[in-house]
């Protein structure tokens, strides 16, 4: 029962390196979330999927981009990483339905950019 | 834009309740969520309230929402060390996960 799996958990990056941080979720969800988390400012949206292979831009999207093949699988690339994106990712899936239903989180990846 | 504010940090004593509190922006808000979010873990839903409701009670969670005054409460009874955690406030305005906005944040520390 494996829920929404991210990888790698870890990650320290040099300035203008390049990352792809995956996102597996075994629910069947059909919406999919990415979310940076940094201190004293909660969850911020960075982009999300409704559907296999649809992305849009979620608060602060600039930096990061997207992919959505999969239905399980949503990606987010870094193309050429910078110190401010130093922070904790979240990836969430949902199945929307109807009235609210839970989000599903994976457990993290801490990404450090020196 | 929407915007969640919560105090950041929180100190109780083992036993006693814990009141963590939320204010809110977002008139239109329909749904309003408690997460909590342990060390080194992902958020996990802890419990909702819709936005036509004052109260909700689940087993030593109570939920009080003053929608005039945009205030939404959750307080813990008997509090545990378990409890120790990040609780986040979050709103939408639907059941969709496009519109949500998290709060900041509440760090609970259970003192034993």
């Known amino acids: 029962n494996a829920g929404v799996t991210q990888t790698p958990k870890f990650r320290v990056l040099k300035t203008g390196q390049s990352m792809t941080l995956l996102c597996a979720q075994d629910?069947?969800?059909?919406?999919m979330y990415w979310y940076r988390q940094d201190p004293g400012m909660g969850l911020r949206l960075i982009h999300y999927s409704v559907g296999e292979g649809t992305t849009a831009k979620g608060e602060v999207p600039d930096g990061y981009n997207v992919s959505r093949l999969k239905k399980q699988n949503f990606l987010l690339g870094l193309e050429s990483a910078a110190p401010s994106q130093t922070s904790v990712y979240f990836c969430?899936?949902?199945?929307?339905?109807?009235?609210?239903?839970?989000?599903?989180f994976g457990q993290g990846t801490r990404l450090t950019v020196v | 834009g929407e915007d969640v504010e919560q105090s950041l940090f929180l100190s109780v004593r083992e036993g006693d309740s814990s009141v963590i509190n939320c204010t809110y922006t977002d008139s239109s808000s329909t749904y309003l969520y408690w997460y909590k979010q342990e060390p080194g873990a992902g958020l996990q839903l802890l419990t909702y309230?819709?936005?036509?409701?004052d109260m909700k009670q689940d087993q030593r969670l109570t939920v009080l929402l003053n929608k005039k005054d945009k205030h939404l409460s959750l307080r813990i009874a008997d509090t545990q060390t378990g409890d120790s955690a990040i609780y986040f406030c979050a709103e939408s305005e639907g059941g969709g996960y496009q519109k949500v906005t998290f709060g900041t944040g509440t760090k609970l520390q259970v003192i034993p």
């Open positions: 629910m069947n969800h059909e919406y």
């Open positions: 309230i819709f936005s036509n409701m």
């Open positions: 969430a899936s949902r199945d929307p339905g109807q009235g609210v239903s839970e989000a599903f």
